[in-house]
């Protein structure tokens, strides 16, 4: 049987209540369980939760049927590697110890069937955004991390559910393609390929399932979001490609 590499993103569990995040749980793990016997290699490519943030002893509540289905697919020899999105990046090790999964702060580049792939969220890449870029490296400031690890879960959590009730995930804002020469991790893409091949660029971040050819030999792709589109990529050993998940009724 072929084994296929999967890439998805933003399934932003939690967001905007819990009745709709558990309904798209379920579509989740109905995704799992169809890909599960093709796969071998599955990229979570960010912002898996609305929110996450590990204390010593506390991690959030809830989400235990995905959490249940990695296990399960990482004990059957699934490599799953989980990359830290701007809403989920202060994930430690909880997912290592109780998964076995990588966990990637930033980029990675692999090699996979002689093709060489670009991996990241896409947070913070690009022109423009420089906001959300001093942020960034605020949030991701270990000191910060620690002064909010002191304060009581029960506090922090307050707080961060809060700050996500004003995502885009909770808004439902629709995205829309800004066209080739403004979509800005196109343009970071294309920059790129000025230092060195890549055939495949894969960020997430955009909540917009894109599929564009940057040059002859090297393609972007963004797998879009589970809020509406429920959206991958699939590489199959020989090409990449996006890919819609139809639960059954």
């Not at 912002?47 to 943030?53: A, G, Q």
């Amino acid at each position: 049987m072929t084994k296929n590499i999967y890439f998805a993103s933003d399934f932003h569990l939690g967001s905007p209540n819990h009745t709709e995040s558990r309904r798209r749980e379920d579509r989740i793990i109905g995704w799992l369980n169809f890909i599960m016997p093709t796969c071998s290699e599955l990229f979570l490519m960010g912002d898996v939760f609305d929110f996450w943030f590990e204390y010593k002893y506390v991690v959030p509540k809830g989400f235990v049927r995905l959490q249940g289905k990695l296990a399960e697919m990482s004990d059957k020899g699934i490599k799953i590697y989980f990359f830290k999105g701007n809403h989920d990046m202060w994930v430690k090790d909880y997912f290592i110890k109780e998964m076995g999964m990588q966990i990637v702060s930033d980029e990675l580049i692999i090699e996979r069937g002689g093709k060489k792939f670009y991996l990241h969220h896409g947070d913070g890449l690009g022109p423009g955004d420089k906001k959300y870029k001093f942020l960034r490296k605020i949030f991701r400031n270990p000191i910060c991390q620690w002064l909010f690890g002191i304060v009581p879960p029960r506090i922090g959590m307050g707080i961060a559910n809060g700050w996500s009730s004003h995502s885009r995930a909770a808004s439902k804002a629709e995205e829309v393609f800004l066209g080739e020469d403004k979509e800005w991790l196109a343009i970071y893409a294309k920059e790129q390929l000025q230092k060195q091949h890549f055939d495949y660029f894969v960020f997430g971040h955009r909540h917009l399932p894109i599929e564009m050819k940057l040059d002859a030999n090297s393609t972007y792709i963004n797998t879009g979001e589970w809020l509406n589109y429920n959206s991958y990529a699939v590489f199959d050993g020989e090409e990449l490609k996006l890919e819609y998940f139809t639960p059954n009724p």
